[in-house]
């Protein structure tokens, strides 16, 4: 019979394995993984003489359906939001606009760009870029 090893580890020169120190981070929220895993679990410790309930299997399978389906609209509303914010800073190039920054310094200036590399998109006054949620006001471009 041939045995088959279960991990190839390396091995130290006094004939131990080296244990490979695997750090995992804890999960902070319940997810669809966690939520499969604990029914699985559930299952398979379950009485055979008292089996569960196919009712609470049932309602235990919709509000798995739900959690990610909730999860997914969050997901897409914080993407509409991040789009919403980026639309609204281009829209500011050229307006004038008044700031105030979070140190109560305020100031008034024309738009000039926009950068999007942060995760609220900033708008190039002069040489000043200012944070899009500290725009008080805008003043739309003078008719010629």
């Known amino acids: 019979m041939t045995i088959q090893p279960i991990a190839s580890q390396p091995v130290t020169a006094a004939g131990t394995a080296a244990q490979a120190s695997a750090v995992r981070a804890p999960v902070q929220t319940m997810d669809a993984n966690v939520f499969m895993s604990l029914l699985v ?50 829209q500011l190039v050229g307006h004038t606009v008044d700031y105030t920054l979070s140190d109560g310094t305020t100031g008034t200036g024309v738009a000039g760009s926009v950068s999007y590399a942060g995760a609220v998109p900033t708008v190039k006054i002069g040489d000043l870029s200012v944070p899009l949620d500290s725009i008080t006001g805008l003043t739309a471009p003078a008719a010629s």
């Open 41 to 90: 679990a559930q299952l398979k410790n379950q009485n055979p003489s008292a089996p569960m309930d196919t009712n609470q299997m049932m309602s235990q399978t919709i509000q798995l359906s739900m959690m990610e389906k909730t999860t997914e609209m969050a997901t897409n509303s914080k993407e509409a939001f991040s789009l919403q914010m980026r639309s609204a800073a281009a």
